[in-house]
């Protein structure tokens, strides 16, 4: 019996021995000094050069696109947001508040997978009063946006919605159940002056959607159309893929470029068990990710603590290190998306005013002294292709078919703006501001491309005289008939 109870009392030491030496390695935290240094965090940026390409960017959006949009409605064409990347929409016009913003990352993925504690990790937010919550059961309920400001504070969903020069104002139509459930954090930090992290509430598979009291996958589809990056996180014991699951890989269909997988929490994980898991994960995600191309997958543990021993630290590192790679190029490149998120988007406003020009002169054919104009408009709405509105424009401009809008759209479009409400392009014109349409294809054509090569050749792009007072040049308009 006394033997017995020796033994008992052994394991019991070995135990407790055993569990000490783990939490004391659990609490040696990582080295972070490659996140700065990968990111360049320490290098001071040239803050004129990216000001001054903004404020070109901004001129040549007021000046030459904007006043196309106001004159031909283009924000209700449809009820969407505008986008200038494969999968979004058309919609409302741009704001400066998109102009200026920084690029967005976005963490999605099912709960507890380790999310916020990359985002901390990433921020060196760990033991701070500022973390971000977590733990082993679902803590993320809101939409939290961390975001650069001159102080640490945190901002109401609805602040954020009602501030017309953040990026955040079109989330009102979501409704106020879910303003509460979203949130702003400012903080002081470097890697926030250069990128804003959106951390999201995890996927939970036996929970019904109408149950967040919000249009969960409406609100994903909106960040996921503004994000620069997609991180989806996975826990090694979580690879289960569910209903919610599949929607949102429906909603990320056209946008892999955007997304990297994330296997985090690998180092609780033995080298040859990791391979199986590795391989389980493509196997679940092969339905939903239709492409040649798979997106890229990085396996790491991404949280403060030093890896568990006896694991793969080396490839662990240059996992992580290739990552903060891929995030350091969406910031370097930031500024020449935003050159081709405002070009993408002139161009849709074009090809949306030479197609109402297009209706407006066939309306003004086909009608008689004689005619019901309400009978003969709708005729031409109906059936566009009958009075050839799309052909006509592919035949005569330089639109790509692949750019037309849906021919629906107009239906609806048409069916709240009245066709006398727009004037033909001809019409668009002026002594002053010169040709509606011209100063838009020079915008497309020269303005916009110039800008471009002038960041990516380092020279600091300035504002000329004659893009304000024209250089006294008389605005020619080549559709007037002399």
């Not at 990056?229 to 946008?255: A, H, N, S, Y």
Request: charged share 25%; with cysteine.
């Amino acid at each position: 019996m006394k033997g017995t109870v020796s033994i008992c009392c052994l394991l019991a030491l070995l135990l407790l021995q055993a569990t000490a030496e783990v939490e004391e390695f659990d609490n040696v935290l990582r080295d972070r000094s490659h996140i700065d240094e990968t990111l360049r965090l320490a290098t001071e940026e040239k803050a004129t050069d990216y000001a001054a390409a903004i404020q070109k960017l901004r001129k040549v959006y007021h000046t030459s696109v904007k006043p196309m949009e106001q004159a031909y409605k283009y924000n209700e064409l449809r009820q969407h947001e505008i986008s200038a990347y494969p999968g979004r929409t058309l919609g409302d016009s741009a704001t400066d508040g998109e102009i200026t913003s920084k690029p967005m990352v976005l963490f999605l993925g099912p709960w507890s997978v380790g999310k916020s504690s990359m985002i901390n990790y990433l921020l060196g937010l760990h033991d701070s009063p500022y973390q971000l919550y977590t733990g082993a059961e679902p803590t993320t309920s809101e939409f939290t946006v961390i975001m650069h400001g001159e102080k640490i504070r945190s901002v109401e969903g609805i602040v954020m919605a009602a501030d017309s020069s953040r990026s955040f104002s079109p989330l009102e139509k979501f409704g106020q159940n879910f303003l509460e459930k979203l949130i702003g954090i400012e903080m002081p930090h470097k890697m926030l002056e250069r990128v804003t992290f959106v951390d999201t509430p995890g996927i939970i598979e036996n929970r019904k959607q109408q149950e967040r009291g919000y249009p969960f996958n409406d609100v994903c589809q909106w960040f996921i159309d503004r994000a620069d990056l997609i991180f989806v996180v996975f826990d090694p014991t979580k690879l289960d893929v569910g209903l919610e699951l599949e929607m949102l890989f429906r909603q990320l269909k056209g946008r892999e470029s955007q997304i990297r997988i994330i296997l985090n929490k690998a180092d609780n994980l033995a080298t040859q068990d990791l391979m199986r898991v590795y391989g389980a994960l493509f196997w679940s995600l092969a339905p939903l990710i239709n492409v040649t191309e798979p997106p890229r997958v990085y396996v790491s543990s991404f949280w403060p603590y030093d890896y568990a021993p006896d694991t793969s630290r080396e490839l662990f590192k240059r996992e992580e290190i290739s990552l903060l790679e891929d995030l350091n190029q969406v910031i370097e490149n930031r500024m020449e998306n935003k050159i081709a998120f405002i070009r993408q988007h002139a161009i849709r406003v074009r090809i949306h005013a030479l197609l109402v020009d297009r209706y407006v002169q066939t309306f003004k054919e086909k009608m008689s002294f004689f005619s019901d104009p309400e009978l003969v408009f709708q005729e031409i709405v109906d059936d566009p292709d009958k009075f050839y509105i799309f052909k006509s424009i592919l035949a005569k401009t330089n639109v790509s078919k692949f750019d037309l809008p849906n021919r629906d759209a107009y239906r609806d479009f048409f069916g709240i703006n009245p066709i006398a409400n727009f004037k033909p392009l001809t019409s668009q014109c002026s002594y002053i501001g010169g040709c509606l349409l011209e100063k838009i294809e020079k915008a497309i054509t020269n303005e916009l491309p110039a800008l471009l090569s002038s960041i990516n050749s380092g020279k600091q792009p300035g504002l000329s005289s004659c893009e304000v007072t024209g250089c006294g040049e008389k605005p020619k308009n080549r559709y007037r008939k002399n």
